[in-house]
């Protein structure tokens, strides 16, 4: 049997190694499901149009669907042979019904018919992605709930800046991952227009009904241009933007925890699921996953330069290149999804030391703007008061001390105005819940803020 569907204009075989340069079946074959769903969808509307008859149509739909139940069970295997999953399963049609089958791929083109593959597989990938990061979610707001009073210093240029709570830390990720999943939500919705008869480039004499296609695959409406259809491959250049965005997320998420991790800091126990050791230093314990998810952000971010780079010089329409679509987007999902549950997995059996990140809060003089605060509320100007607080904190470095552990006598020597209640002004628990603007770390607003989540959630 001919593997190729283009034979009929050559008279000499392909040399091998154009063959296997050119096959894409490799790494396209896990577009089958696809590929047989979309086969399905345009029989049965070549069969309503009559432009085949109803019983040739059926025929193709029943026999197609016992190939894709073939595959899903694992009895009919996808052959490297064919030269991309289009031909392996319009070949195995023709090979079981005959001349039946070779009226399937009327009025249609591989160009089309991969567009159509590549944004059904691609759309799946967005909400079942989607849901990883909601699990992901899950996993931070019972987190949350449980740390709404563990207090930590916040930073900014990795210096102690302010004190803040566990569950506030956490809500920063949090609402990156809620536009995460937005923007996978606009970047499907973009996506969701079927390409299917749009032909080679310039559609088709054959009276296609493509709305009847578009909504038996799931898709909005049909796309707008045949030269565009065939050539777009903007819907995966922003899915691999999205992805990117997430893995820089994660990148970060992955950043602090090997900070949090390290003994100078001591915040967190990594579980030994999620850790490794070393060779040689029996003592070690590494965040490898932490580590391992921070690199990989590279590699996405590579498929991401890749497909733009592939597409920036190529006219209308389809071109081979743009096979280089799929490789490095299968590559770039794959690892995004594997670091999304390992991670989330890292975070769920994770430890915190509740004890060790509230002395943590206490050093770093992370109260100082709640002490320029007191005297601003009794009066001072806010320029002087930053001036007192500042020569406080010198004098606190010189004598190795944090503010709270000076006395009434050593507080007067910068400022009258000073009084017992300042201790508990700067205490963590009132620098801390005193903060209760909308998005703040007090307790009241972190409440509101976990009853939003909640409710997001669900």
């Known amino acids: ?138 996993v931070l707001l019972k987190i949350m709930k449980s740390h709404t009073n563990t207090f930590m210093p916040g930073f900014t240029h990795l210096q102690k800046a302010q004190p803040v709570t566990l569950a506030h830390h956490l809500g920063a990720y949090f609402e990156m991952f809620v536009r995460d999943r937005s923007r996978l939500a606009d970047c499907r919705e973009r996506m969701n227009e079927c390409p299917l008869g749009s032909g080679a480039l310039a559609g088709t004499t054959y009276p296609l009904n493509r709305e009847q296609t578009a909504s038996e695959l799931g898709f909005r409406c049909p796309t707008g241009n045949s030269m565009d259809s065939v050539s777009d491959r903007d819907f995966l250049i922003e899915f691999l933007c999205d992805l990117s965005i997430i893995a820089m997320h994660l990148s970060r998420f992955s950043e602090e925890i090997c900070i949090w991790n390290s003994n100078e800091y001591g915040f967190i126990d990594i579980d030994d699921a999620y850790s490794t050791g070393s ?11 932490a580590e391992l998810v921070r690199g990989k952000t590279g590699r996405v971010y590579g498929a991401l330069t890749a497909l733009l780079t592939t597409m920036k010089g190529l006219p209308l329409a389809y071109n081979k290149d743009s096979q280089e679509d799929k490789e490095q987007a299968f590559d770039a999902l794959d690892t995004v999804r594997d670091c999304v549950i390992l991670f989330t997995g890292m975070l769920e059996t994770m430890n915190f030391n509740k004890e060790r990140m509230e002395e943590s809060a206490k050093k770093g003089f992370t109260n100082a703007t709640d002490a320029a605060d007191y005297l601003v509320k009794k009066g001072v100007p806010f320029r002087d008061a930053h001036g007192i607080i500042g020569q406080i904190v010198l004098y606190c470095i010189d004598k190795e001390l944090s503010i709270d552990r000076m006395s009434m006598d050593e507080f007067k020597k910068f400022s009258d105005v000073f009084d017992n209640d300042i201790y508990d002004a700067i205490s963590l628990e009132t620098c801390v819940n005193s903060r209760n603007t909308a998005g703040g770390p007090g307790i009241d607003s972190m409440n509101e803020a976990i009853e939003k989540y909640e409710r997001y959630l669900s």
């Not at 009929?8 to 063959?19: A, L, P, Q, S, Y």
């Not at 739909?61 to 392996?88: A, P, Q, R, W």
């Not at 060779?279 to 996953?289: G, L, R, T």
């Open 279 to 289: 060779s040689i230093m029996p003592q070690k314990k590494n965040p490898d996953i």
């Open 1 to 138: 049997m001919n593997l190729k569907l283009w034979g009929g204009r050559f008279t000499k075989e392909t040399d091998k190694m154009v063959n296997d340069f050119n096959a894409s079946i490799s790494f396209d074959k896990r577009l089958y499901a696809q590929d047989i769903t979309g086969s399905i969808a345009h029989a049965r509307m070549l069969g309503d149009q009559g432009i085949i008859s109803k019983d040739d149509a059926g025929k193709i739909v029943n026999e197609l669907k016992k190939i894709k139940e073939e595959i899903d069970s694992g009895v009919l295997e996808i052959s490297d042979e064919y030269e991309d999953i289009h031909t392996f399963t319009e070949a195995t049609l023709i090979s079981r019904i005959g001349e039946t089958g070779k009226k399937l791929h009327t009025g249609r083109s591989r160009n089309d018919q991969v567009a159509l593959d590549t944004r059904m597989y691609f759309r799946e990938q967005c909400d079942i992605l989607s849901e990883l990061l909601k699990d992901l979610q899950n």
